[in-house]
């Protein structure tokens, strides 16, 4: 890893665990010495934490869940209208 730029780069994939080992181990090594980055790691983590923590507030009705999975049965995306 040459700096902070391919650090910073890299983040999502090493909490991803989608680096691959050497790429990780040098993510690592220079954690160790880049107070920066591992600010940045470490509040991402915490983003990450929290998201997984949250929940919507509310279900969608199981006669919504229901409608739309008859209405998309066997529908390809060609199908969907333009966004």
Same mark, same amino acid.
């Given at each position: 890893? $040459?700096?902070? +730029?391919?650090?910073r780069?890299? =983040?999502?994939?090493? /909490?991803? $665990? *989608? /680096?691959?080992?050497?790429?990780?181990?040098?993510?690592?090594?220079?954690?160790?010495?880049?107070?920066?980055? &591992? !600010?940045?790691?470490?509040?991402e983590?915490?983003? *990450?934490?929290?998201?997984?923590? *949250?929940? @919507?507030?509310?279900?969608? @009705?199981?006669?919504l &869940?229901? +409608? =739309?999975?008859?209405?998309? $049965?066997?529908?390809? @995306?060609?199908?969907? @209208?333009? !966004?």
């Amino acid at each position: 890893m $040459k700096d902070c +730029g391919d650090c910073r780069e890299n =983040i999502l994939l090493y /909490l991803d $665990k *989608s /680096l691959c080992i050497s790429r990780a181990i040098e993510f690592r090594a220079h954690l160790e010495i880049c107070e920066a980055c &591992r !600010q940045v790691v470490e509040a991402e983590e915490e983003l *990450s934490h929290l998201l997984h923590r *949250s929940r @919507p507030l509310y279900s969608a @009705p199981t006669t919504l &869940r229901e +409608g =739309i999975l008859r209405a998309t $049965k066997g529908a390809s @995306p060609r199908d969907l @209208p333009p !966004q």
